[in-house]
């Protein structure tokens, strides 16, 4: 009988892409893959650190995994490993803790018989390989594959940061900035299309930091290759707003293939506690590109990334901060509320906020969040758009995304048993549900 494996990813779309490479590792094995929930003889965990509620997520999920399926082999991979190794080692029952790099060589680290078939033995102490990535140049390819269940397919081209916010542990981590090189990118975008897949997200830790040193190519020059590949969609995920400029929003305007989204770390503001972040740009600069996208691509949908509760944030600040958004035309904001991160330097800063207030904060700005959204959802209504659709749920309806990234739903003409799973359909968008999809009528 075929060994069992479940994966499960949390964190970043770059960890979805590095888990579907380790999966099609583990089927070129012989193993067969099952859903998360189910027994398996191994169960891997690509983790994340970026929070300390990230942190509690990967723990209460090996617990559980452990609790329901003592019997599996565990192993814990990723970004929480590379810098908590000792936190996890004292869960019983996990095997094996790999780090950043490590996790693409798991292979190596089982025991083989002499059919050189795979043993699956459990320990009674952890055994963690992890290897220090100040020097690591290696970068790992990976992308969404022909085993996996979505529409939307995930391409690695970068690793790694060089900024060193005060507030991130990525670079300790991930390392330092890396690229794939050229060929290989347009390659696995190739094989990626070659799977039947409509859309594809490029990820990265900081994607825009693209660099091909043989090539001297950057993100804008690889962005021109990919534009030329046969593929409906290309999506921009994250990219910091230093790196966003106006060649590359031209670009976006005028492709039928780049998706009208754009997901902008801005993280505060006001330019005091900017600095104090270490962030590379200050409130000025901000606005002016967020006001470049709007006018040169009016029905762009705009997402930023904001922390509350960094330590010395004054209320006048939040204001600042408070007051910077709602004057500002964006269209969501995803918030994080500042946790501590150890080896940051944010760590060592006086004038620590309270938890009240981070909550309170976070409520205003989800708040803020809700209204702007609803605003975009709003102005979407009368327009026709092509809609990738991604899944059908049990209330017989077909849900997906538009180019710039309005969830909608619709259901096929009555009496049709046509499937849109996978399908870009045009539709004409007819009345919001909140915040949670726009209804839409198949044209």
């Known amino acids: ?5 479940v994966l ?18 583990f089927v070129m094995n012989g193993f067969s893959v099952g859903k998360f929930g189910e027994q398996s003889d191994v169960f891997f965990l690509n983790s994340c650190t970026v929070t300390s ?6 723990r209460k999920i090996i617990r559980s995994v452990l609790r329901k399926n003592p019997g599996t082999y565990v192993i814990v991979a990723g970004c ?5 190794a000792d ?8 095997d094996l803790i790999l780090g950043t790099s490590e996790k693409f060589d798991f292979f190596k680290f089982f025991k083989y018989n002499d059919n050189k078939e795979i043993i699956i033995e459990k320990f009674n102490e952890p055994v963690i390989k992890i290897s220090a990535l100040e020097n690591e140049t290696r970068i790992f390819e990976a992308f969404s594959s022909d085993s996996d269940s979505r529409t939307r397919a995930f391409l690695k081209i ?12 990525v670079p300790l981590a991930r390392g330092k900035s890396r690229s794939i090189k050229t060929e290989r990118v347009i390659r696995n975008a190739e094989e990626i299309i070659s799977y039947g897949y409509k859309e594809i997200v490029l990820t990265g830790v900081n994607v825009a930091d693209y660099y091909d040193n043989e090539k001297n190519f950057g993100f804008f020059d690889l962005l021109n290759e990919l534009n030329k590949l046969e593929i409906p969609r290309i999506r921009i995920s994250s990219i910091e707003p230093d790196l966003l400029n106006t060649d590359i929003i031209l670009l976006i305007k005028n492709s039928d293939k780049f998706c009208k989204h754009f997901h902008i770390p801005l993280q505060s503001g006001d330019d005091e506690i900017l600095k104090r972040m270490k962030r590379k740009y200050k409130t000025e600069k901000f606005r002016n590109l967020i006001l470049e996208i709007k006018n040169k691509i009016p029905d762009a949908c705009i997402g930023i990334d904001v ?17 910077f958004l709602n004057e500002l035309p964006f269209d969501y904001l995803h918030v994080f509320t500042y946790s501590e991160r150890d080896n940051t330097p944010a760590v060592l800063m006086q004038n620590k906020i309270n938890e009240a207030a981070k909550k309170l904060r976070s409520s205003m700005l989800r708040n803020l969040s809700v209204r702007k959204k609803q605003m975009f959802y709003d102005s979407c209504i009368g327009k026709v758009k092509e809609v990738l659709f991604e899944s059908k749920k049990q209330d017989s309806y077909f849900y997906g995304l538009t180019t710039n990234y309005v969830k909608v739903r619709a259901q096929p003409e009555y009496g049709s048993d046509s499937v849109l799973e996978n399908e870009i359909k045009k539709v004409i968008l007819l009345k919001s549900n909140g915040i949670k999809f726009i209804e839409s009528k198949l044209i």
Do not use: W
Not at 1 to 5: E, F, I, L, P, R
Not at 80 to 84: D, I
Not at 158 to 169: H, L, P, V
């Open 1 to 5: 009988m075929k060994k069992t494996v």
């Open 53 to 58: 509620h990230s942190d509690k997520e990967c």
């Open 158 to 169: 970068q690793d790694g940061c060089d900024y060193n916010c005060a507030y991130c542990t």
């Open 87 to 94: 936190e996890i080692s004292q869960i019983r029952g996990v």
């Open 80 to 84: 929480y490993s590379q810098l908590k």
């Open 8 to 25: 499960h990813t949390l964190g970043c779309k770059l960890n979805y892409s590095e888990t579907s490479a380790i999966t099609k590792k």
């Open 307 to 323: 922390i509350t509760g960094f330590p010395g944030e004054s209320d006048k600040n939040f204001e600042n901060t408070y007051e």
